[in-house]
């Protein structure tokens, strides 16, 4: 028989687009950040105002994922059922799993793990659809705009699939993975308070 692995969530990070460097120099490395231009109006004549760009840069400094297993020469030699191949599997699957949770949570930055996207985030309202819609044009007001995506919470996608547009409408604000026609990724990697 073959053997039954640990279910792990649902990897969801390329998904939303998130880009992954490899090849990267030792050390820490500095990504240059620059700030929104100025422009003013003025006379035909006149001096043009600065437009005041400033130039910041954010460092990322290494961080590791470690783990080990000990297996004994004696289970390698008689496996007949990928023990080997199985704990590659699960080792891989692991980094994967606790990098995305990583990521995707609420901790705090140490010295040996980045902070999580929701550190010190506060979570707008998203328990109405016109709650939702107010703060779909709070992005737009941002000037973020690409391939936006919804990331929920497996809660937050069940709350959603339930949750009436309206009283007098029996669309739902989630049908056919989309929350108002925008793609909704859902992960047990997103805490559940607050996860809209």
Not at 125 to 151: H, R
Not at 162 to 189: C, R
Request: no cysteine; hydrophobic share 40%; proline share 3%.
């Amino acid at each position: 028989q073959g053997i039954l692995e640990p279910l792990y969530a649902n990897s969801v990070l390329t998904k939303l687009g998130v880009k992954w460097y490899n090849g990267l120099p030792q050390g820490d490395i500095a990504i240059p950040v620059m700030s929104k231009g100025q422009v003013g109006w003025a006379d035909e004549v006149a001096a043009a105002g600065q437009s005041v760009n400033a130039f910041t840069n954010k460092v990322l400094k290494p961080k590791r994922l470690t783990a080990y297993v000990d297996i004994s020469m004696a289970a390698l030699r008689t496996d007949t059922i990928g023990v080997e191949q199985a704990i590659r599997r699960d080792i891989v699957n692991a980094i994967n799993d606790k990098l995305e949770a990583t990521i995707l949570g609420d901790g705090a930055k140490t010295d040996n793990q980045p902070a999580g996207i929701f550190n010190g985030v506060e979570f707008a309202d998203g328990s109405t659809f016109a709650k939702i819609v107010a703060n779909e044009a709070k992005i737009e007001d941002a000037n973020v705009y690409g391939n936006i995506k919804y990331l929920l919470s497996t809660s937050a996608k069940a709350d959603l699939r339930a949750m009436p547009k309206s009283a007098k409408n029996t669309q739902l604000i989630m049908e056919g993975g989309e929350v108002d026609g925008v793609e909704a990724i859902t992960t047990s990697n997103v805490k559940t308070e607050g996860a809209y």
